[in-house]
Every structure is written in C-alpha cells, then in structure tokens.
C-alpha cells in the first residue's frame, strides 16, 4: 500500500507523461471499486452523483461532515490514488477552502477539484481568491507532506457574462492564470467541441480536464490534440441511473427481466466490490 | 402525505387483492426515486446492496446505527411505502430484533423482511425465535399504531440439512408456520423454479415473494401461479454494476463513451432524484 505522497506523486505523473489519463468518477464504494477492478490507473469522486446518492442536489446543501464522511469510506475501500470533486470549497474565503482540502486529505484523497462558481450567486469567484487559494493549497500541501494535486476548474464557458467570445475568452485567461499559480491540470468546464478544445490546449499548452459528453472527440482524438485528462464526471451515474429507469419500464410494462439480467454481475461479485481488492 | 399507518395499511392490501405487487429494492435515494417515478407502488431496500454501498459486505458486518441512517435517508426522499430488509434483525434474541424492526419504522420504513438465517454461524435460527419475533413485532406495531408488515423470510432452502427435499420441506414447515403466526407474506428464499414455485404456493395457500433471477417464471406466469410479490432483491444492484464493469471495459479498451451514453438520464433528471417526486 503506497503512502497518500506517493500517491500523490504517482497521480500528479499521470498528467505529466504516458498515455492520457482516463479518470472515472465514482459516487460510493462498489462504483469506486469496480472502475479499480477495470483497471483505471487512479479514481475521483462525482460532486453530483455523490451527493445526490446521499439525498441531496448538487451544490453544497450536503453538510461537508457527510460529503467528508462519504470521500473517506471510498478512500479507505480503493488503494488507487482517489481526488475528490469538493465542488467550490465548502467556504467563502481562501482559508475556509484550504481548510475543506485539509479535511479530504485527511478523509484519504490526495488530489482535488476546485470551482470558481459561488453556487449561492450563481456567479464566478474573483480570480484572485481562486489564486490564492491554489497557492495555499500548494504550501498546506507541502506542510502535512502531501503534494495536493490540484484540479482547477472554471466555469467561465457558463457563467461569465457576455457572447460565447467573452465567455471563452475569460475562461482562457483564468486558465492562464491557474497554470501560472501551479495548478497541476486546469478543467475549463463545457469545453467539448473539437476546436475548441484544440485552441485552448495550444495557447495554454498545459495540462487540461475534459469531461464525457455526447459529443465529445474520442479519447484518441483527445490524446492527439494534446489533453492530458479526461473525467466521466456524473456521466456513469447518469448511465446507472438511465438503467434503472429502463429496467423500471420493461419490468412494468412487458413484465420480462432482459434488462435485471443483462451484464449483470454475481452476489459473488457483488460483496467483494465492498471489500480491499484482492491483488 | 399519507401517515405511516396509512402507508402500512396499503402495501399489505398489495399482498391480498389487485395485481401481482412488483417490489423493486433500492440501495440509495436515487435509485428509490428512480423506482417511484417508473410508477411502482411501493419500494424495499436490498440489504446487501445497501450495505456494499457503504462499504460493507451483506450480512450484519455494518452498524445497526449507520443501516438505520441509510433507511431514513431513503424514506424521507420517497411517498411511497417503505420496506426494509433487516437481515435476521440485528439481534440475538427477539427481544432485540423488535427493538430493531420499532427502529426501521421510526426511521420511516412501515414493512420489514426477517430471515431466519444466522450470519454468525451459517445455520438457521430456531423456528420458535421467529415465530415469538412475529407476534412480538405484531404486538409492538399495535403499541406504537403501525401495523408493520412482515415478511417473514425462511433460508431453509438453502441452508437446511439433508437433500433437496428435506430443505424443501423445512421451508415448507417454516412458512406454514409463518403464515399461521400471522405474518403477511412469507419469502421461501431460493424458491425460483416453476412446479417448486407452484407446489409451494398451493399448500401455502397464502402471499409469497419470490426473487427475481435467472431462470424465474415471467411475471405472468408467476401471477397465474398464485404468487402475490415478485421483489427484485439486489438484482437491480447487480445490473447497474455490470453496466459501470461495461463501461470501463468499453473506455479502456475501445476509447469511446457508448455505453457511458446509452439510456443516460441528464443532469436535471439526476438532481430531481436527490428531491421529493413532484406530484
């Protein structure tokens, strides 16, 4: 079992060389241990999926006690380096932030996802405060000797004001900017389309997160085009749950099972999706 | 909002009259959403896909504490009437075990399944325990105004001594005596094949549920039997993790989204499963 340094260090590399990394979101433990069963080289947790699995909309109305509770039972379930989507930092100021990247540290996860949306506005954070919060991240980091590998998210593609021009564009400079504080990989949330993505790996020419989409390049374009990471986000969720609804009508409806039945996997299977894997 | 007596009172008239009852048992709030918006009348939770969701293998390895929380989180999320599997009921003696069905129902559950199977030794409990848990758990629903509804589950088919039929006709014994002790339903756990599944019923003469697996009579086949609840058990728990092992399959080794894609709900739609059904 590597030490949460080592993870760290090994997560961090995995944006740095080899091949793109592929990061499936899990929302509880047998989603957390089935994708390190499948072979995925590191796991982050879905904000969306995890929360609403515990009865809440996505956001920050979960309590961080019970989001930090949720992150340590995967933590402790995977020995994969884990990162935890903590949305815009459970906090108004920097140091609330930090705080919350503490307390997930603590809780087994080695890397983050940090957002520039303040969901009670449903507007951007400065840029400075988004700074200064990677930066106190980065020395927090160095303090409890474990290199925090820092995702920094904008959502500017969304949320800034103005045409798509404005909107990009903002998106890009506070990209820029989070590369020069020493973020590890920047995630400009909504960039999905094939150009797009093309122009804003070769000017910010850095890591950058894309996420699973209808729509989005194959993971062999992405790899070409230079983007270092690409997450399922709420993607496997919306999938699991799409399932369910399907098995909900043909169960009702025709009264057969093929969908109960299909791929599915054994009590066997099952339980052990609770337990350590087996190596 | 109906009451939970209310509540009680119409999932046991689901075992009597009306068509066969279709039990899909949940692990989480989404997936009991889920199951309420597809029109099913009431929802059970699955012990061990609630239980691996949180990290711990079925049986009773999790605390009673942390299973009562996970029912409430469900209960408080859906209108629908709420069963809730409690293994063999947390508990050595009956006394405890109605301690720990009183609990469920202040967690907002009004139905309850109770094997007589024994975690800690593989061996079945002594028929006179689960007769003197049934009247107790009818006397306390009495006490308190929640006629809870049992279904009294027997493992005698599978972990009875002797050959096929001997196990069969311990289950047999034990549901006789469970339907004459005044349960609602008995659940001959392991019962799926057809001339079994109709033997059963007509010296029973009373509700039984069967599980779906492979190899169960289609649900018409099953009603003309004489059957009155079909439940899901974690089957649907075993097909949402087929279809995330699927996925990875699909996203390591091919690098595109299909089957990430296919049937997946939007983001709106899984936020709304994190909230009251709007009626």
């Not at 290199?147 to 506070?174: M, S």
Request: aromatic share 6%; proline share 5%.
């Amino acid at each position: 079992m590597k030490s949460q340094a080592e993870k760290a260090d090994y997560f961090r590399s995995l944006h740095k060389e080899g091949p793109i990394l592929i990061l499936p979101n899990a929302w509880d433990v047998p989603s957390a241990r089935s994708f390190e069963n499948s072979g995925f080289p590191a796991i982050a947790t879905t904000s969306a999926g995890l929360m609403v699995s515990l009865g809440y909309p996505d956001g920050e109305s979960i309590e961080k006690k019970e989001m930090l509770i949720a992150v340590r039972r995967i933590a402790r379930a995977i020995s994969l380096p884990l990162s935890a989507d903590i949305v815009a930092g459970f906090g108004r100021t920097a140091d609330d932030v930090v705080q919350s990247v503490r307390e997930v540290i603590d809780a087994g996860a080695i890397g983050v996802n940090i957002e520039d949306l303040d969901h009670s506005t449903g507007k951007l954070y400065p840029l400075e405060r988004q700074l200064d919060i990677i930066r106190k991240v980065k020395a927090m980091g160095e303090s409890i000797g474990v290199p925090v590998v820092i995702n920094a998210r904008t959502d500017a593609l969304r949320h800034f004001g103005g045409d798509e021009r404005a909107k990009f564009e903002e998106a890009l400079h506070r990209a820029l900017a989070f590369r020069d504080a020493e973020a590890d990989c920047v995630y400009p949330m909504g960039l999905t389309e094939y150009s797009a993505i093309s122009n804003f790996v070769k000017i910010l020419d850095f890591p950058i997160n894309v996420m699973i989409r209808k729509g989005l390049p194959l993971i062999s374009i992405l790899s070409s085009l230079g983007v270092r990471r690409v997450s399922f986000g709420p993607a496997a969720m919306y999938a699991a749950m799409g399932l369910l609804k399907k098995i909900g009508r043909e169960v009702l409806d025709a009264g057969t099972y093929d969908s109960l039945l299909e791929n599915a996997i054994s009590f066997e299977e099952l339980n052990a999706l609770a337990l350590p894997r087996k190596s």
